[in-house]
């Protein structure tokens, strides 16, 4: 059997990059043309590693269902008392799903999923399945943060093979893996971490949560590019992925679904790291605008969207003198090529010379903003700086701007009124191409309706 199985290896170079396959190694890829990215696999025939599987059966065999009679009942959804975390779920974990949890070392994925295993020990059996620490230390983190462990076994072993077998004797409803990466199978030659071990690993996975309705977390490293670390394919063949992200030195941590079979995607959920373990922010806009006095000078308050729910962030901006002539544009939270268009549109419409300054925005919180309706805000910012005017803090702006100057049409503009009313705004600024959608509604907010940037420098010109 042994050379049964050697026979039917081959050896092939595959890009962990885009995944391209070669006979040989290549120092470039000839697909994605990324550098360095070949490393060897050693794939198996399907006769060899499925022996006991499906080959030598009949095609009748094949499980055939009448649309009609199947019942497309949603499956039971596990919850937690982190409503948040819940929510970016679709809510809550479904019976059978794959979640792929992934975020740069340190962050805090360990701990969270910890947290959560105690949550959903309350369905039933729940394990925790860790390569990377001894079931000491996880406790020693339990214990920290609280974990009782009612229903929680921990389990120290990477061979995906044995843990394959110990699931489907136990069937556990719910199953953490810390990590992917550390996961192997004695009969692959590669070591653990390679993208054919990760992805074999996955399959097995997968094939549980389908057979059994165990769930499961896998939570998956990153690489200093930010991509999940293996083979492209780990993100499709899971059901849900989810990217904990956050910068050095901060505590907050914020949680984002970038894939999501059984919920809406980009979704965004904010943690604060504490003590006793992961806190979820409810109120996450009144947690990204502390700390602001009453008028500002260079700063204006956006709503943006972030999956189906609107934050309120705010956006800040600097001018100074170019040293040595040579104007810089410093950007954090923001598309940089945006902020250039930007500029250039109002450096045009009213010759602010800003091609002999600096520039900085920000965006404090460390959240990204991809959002258009951001734009006025930005622009508003820059010419409170720029004519030295001091912004309330109770005023708002939304509005993409189009490169004549002009401020376009934004999506889902009552959901954006509603969060800046209940946080106390009094005013805001809106695109006149969205009057008739918002005219019959009724809000405390006084809006100001704009058509250009014309507009807008009017207006501050008559209130002085
Ligand atoms: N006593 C403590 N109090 C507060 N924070 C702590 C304490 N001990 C550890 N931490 C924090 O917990 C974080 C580690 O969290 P965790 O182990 O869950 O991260 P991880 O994403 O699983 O990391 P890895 O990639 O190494 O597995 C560290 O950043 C550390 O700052
Ligand atoms: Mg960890």
């Not at 030598?56 to 649309?67: A, L, M, P, R």
């Not at 489907?168 to 810390?178: A, Q, T």
């Not at 979820?280 to 009144?286: A, D, G, L, W, Y």
């Amino acid at each position: 059997m042994g050379r049964d199985i050697v026979e039917k290896r081959k050896n092939v170079y595959v890009c962990a990059n885009c995944g391209y396959q070669s006979i040989k190694w290549l120092g470039k890829c000839p697909e994605c043309n990324e550098w360095g990215t070949f490393e060897e696999e050693i794939t198996i025939s399907p006769s060899s590693s499925n022996k006991n599987n499906s080959s030598n059966k009949s095609n009748t065999d094949i499980q055939v269902y009448d649309y009609n009679k199947i019942s497309g009942d949603e499956k039971e959804r596990y919850t937690t008392s982190m409503s948040e975390f819940d929510r970016l779920l679709g809510g809550g974990l479904l019976k059978g799903e794959v979640v792929l949890f992934t975020g740069n070392p340190g962050i805090g994925k360990s701990t969270l999923l910890l947290q959560a295993a105690e949550e959903y020990s309350k369905y039933g059996e729940v394990i925790y399945i860790s390569g990377e620490e001894s079931p000491a230390q996880i406790k020693n983190r339990g214990n920290r943060i609280g974990i009782t462990g009612k229903n929680l076994s921990l389990i120290n072993e990477t061979d995906i093979m044995k843990i394959y077998d110990y699931i489907i004797l136990k069937k556990p409803k719910i199953v953490i893996i810390d990590s992917i990466q550390t996961l192997y199978n004695v009969e692959l030659e590669s070591v653990a971490g390679t993208p054919t071990q990760i992805r074999e690993s996955t399959l097995k996975i997968t094939e549980l949560a389908k057979k059994y309705d165990t769930s499961f977390f896998i939570i998956g490293h990153i690489t200093k590019d930010g991509k999940v670390a293996g083979p492209k394919l780990l993100e499709h063949m899971v059901d849900a992925v989810f990217n904990f992200e956050g910068e050095d030195g901060f505590f907050y941590r914020i949680l984002r679904s970038t894939k999501n079979r059984f919920g809406s995607t980009n979704e965004i959920a904010v943690f604060s790291m504490e003590e006793n373990g992961m806190k979820e922010i409810k109120n996450s806009s009144e947690y990204f605008l502390n700390e602001r006095d009453e008028k500002n000078i260079g700063s204006m308050v956006v709503p943006v969207l972030e999956g189906t729910k609107v934050f309120l962030l705010e956006i800040q901006a600097l001018i100074t003198e170019a040293i040595n002539g040579i104007p810089r544009r410093v950007v954090s939270g923001f598309d940089r090529n945006r902020i250039q268009i930007l500029t250039a549109v109002v450096d045009k419409k009213i010759g602010m010379g800003l091609g002999m300054m600096d520039l900085f925005i920000n965006v404090p919180g460390g959240i990204n903003i991809n959002d258009p309706s951001a734009d006025l805000g930005v622009i508003i910012s820059i010419l409170s700086v720029f004519r030295g005017v001091a912004i309330s803090q109770k005023i708002a702006a939304i509005g993409e701007l189009g490169l004549r100057g002009e401020i376009r049409k934004v999506f889902f503009l009552d959901k954006r009124l509603k969060e800046l009313e209940k946080l106390g705004f009094s005013g805001v600024y809106v695109p006149e191409a969205n009057r008739k959608e918002i005219e019959k509604n009724r809000y405390k907010l006084k809006l100001i309706y704009l058509r250009n940037i014309e507009e807008f420098l009017e207006g501050i010109k008559k209130d002085g």
